[in-house]
C-alpha cells in the first residue's frame, strides 16, 4: 500500500472514531428522537459549508478496470434545498485526476442529487509494438502498453478530458456537523471523439461549518 493510501485510509479511520464518539454523545442527549427529526435538526440553520474527505473506487469502462480512488470535496450551501460542491479526486494507477463543479438538491430526507461539468487530467501511457515472431521464437504481444516501472521512465502525454457527472448520494447524521455520506456517481467523458463512461462508488465522512 502506497504512503498516499495509507494517509488517506489514516485519515478515515481518525474521521470514523470521531465521528463515532460524536455521535455516542449527541444520541444519548437526544435519546427518543427519530432519524426524521434528526435530519430536520441537523438541517435546521442550514450550515454556509461542508467540507467531506472521499474515499471510494472508479469503474473505468474504457480500461475495464476498477481502480482506488480519493479525494477531498468542498460544499457551499445557499439555503436547506440548494448548493454547489466542487470536488477533486485522484484514480490511481492510471495517474488521473477528476475535478467537477456539481449543483447540489438537497432533500429534507437526506438524499442529494447532483450534476455538473468536469474535467479529467489523465496520463496516456507510451505503446509500442513487437514484430511478430518467426518460426521457433517465443510469441509476444503485438502492441499494448509498457509495463508500468519502464512506461514511467518514458515521455508520457497528459490529456484534458470534458465530462459531465450525475449523482446520487444520501446524509447519515453522525453528529453535530459530522456526517457520513454513501454516494453512486456516473460521469460521461469525451475522450478520443467518443463518449466513455466512469462509475464512481464512494464513502465521504466530513463536517458542516
Known sequence: MSSIRRAMVALVVLLLVSGGALAQE???ATD?????????????GHPANGLFGILGATYESEEENT????????ERVFNPHLGVALGVENITDIDAWVGNLCLVYRHPSGLRLLAGPGI???TRRPEFELPEHGEGEQPGHIEGELPGDI????PSE????????FGIAYNVPLAERWVAVPAFDL?????DGHWVWAAVFAVSIG???
Do not use: C, I, P
Not at 32 to 44: F, V, Y
Not at 151 to 154: E, M, S
Not at 158 to 165: Q, Y
Not at 187 to 191: K, P, Q
Open 67 to 74: 481502480y482506488f480512488t480519493w479525494g477531498l470535496e468542498y
Open 26 to 28: 449527541h444520541t444519548e
Open 187 to 191: 460521469d460521461f467523458v469525451r475522450e
Open 158 to 165: 497528459r490529456e484534458n478530458l470534458f465530462l459531465w457527472r
Open 207 to 209: 463536517f458542516d461549518f
Open 120 to 122: 479529467e487530467f489523465k
Open 32 to 44: 427518543g428522537e427519530s432519524h426524521g427529526e434528526a435530519h430536520e435538526a441537523h438541517a435546521e
Open 151 to 154: 512506461a514511467d521512465r518514458l
